[in-house]
């Protein structure tokens, strides 16, 4: 059972343009949820997370929207820029057990 | 402060050999953390430990894989008589203490042929 559901699979978009990458989860008891850029031949880096007692977390162009009664939160990428092209993966673990739930990953490409 | 060291980035075995890939957490990182990426798939939970201790290897194949962290040294994650199927890149990370953010590092690319 796939804990962490990400859409779309890949994406393009256009210089300028916004990228939003969907997750939803299944597990209630999950109340950290980071998401992570990977480009190629590189481990994930940490790119924003959000805890369930907020709504909204905004860093640059990166806002990460949480819905929590709909059990979805997803990643928002405003004046989407070439070199946001990479692979994005959403992520939820639980206070005090570690392990954190993958997404499968989102490819994205931004068109110069 | 140097990141997550993983060695070697690149491992090329054959069939029926073993495979340890290293791992050294960022200074003063007590938490370590294997995951496995298959292309085109998302990272796979393996294995969870602190120093000495494994706290949650619910991802581990039962067989032929062990993970350790001694006192001293890195973690090592060691595959035993490889098959085809293990072929993937092997990603570690570490943090500070429990529920924070964990740094991957580089990862190490095993080939088995």
């Known amino acids: 059972q796939q804990q962490v559901k990400q859409s779309p699979q890949s994406l393009i978009v256009q210089k300028g343009g916004i990228s939003i990458i969907n997750c939803a989860y299944e597990n209630t008891a999950f109340d950290y949820f980071p998401w992570y850029q990977q480009f190629p031949g590189k481990g994930p880096a940490l790119l924003i997370a959000?805890?369930?007692?907020?709504s909204e977390k905004k860093e640059g162009r990166f806002t990460i929207s949480f819905n929590k009664s709909a059990k979805q939160f997803s990643l928002h990428i405003m004046d989407s820029q070439p070199g946001d092209s990479a692979t994005y993966f959403c992520a939820a673990s639980k206070i005090r057990d570690d392990k954190i739930i993958f997404g499968k990953g989102t490819r994205l490409h931004i068109l110069p | 402060n140097a990141g997550v060291m993983q060695n070697p980035r690149h491992l090329v075995r054959r069939r029926g050999q073993e495979a340890r890939l290293r791992c050294s957490p960022m200074?003063?990182?007590?938490?370590v953390y294997w995951y496995r990426q298959l292309p085109e798939e998302g990272l796979k939970f393996m294995v969870y430990l602190q120093k000495e201790n494994i706290i949650d290897e619910s991802g581990m194949p039962k067989e032929r894989f062990s993970a350790e962290f001694p006192k001293e040294g890195p973690s090592i994650l060691r595959i035993q008589q490889v098959v085809r199927g293990d072929s993937a890149a092997y990603f570690c990370?570490?943090?500070?203490?429990?529920?924070?953010?964990?740094?991957f590092g580089q990862g190490t690319r095993l080939t088995v042929v």
């Open positions: 990370a570490s943090s500070w203490f429990s529920y924070t953010e964990a740094f």
């Open positions: 959000i805890r369930p007692d907020v």
């Open positions: 200074k003063g990182h007590s938490h």
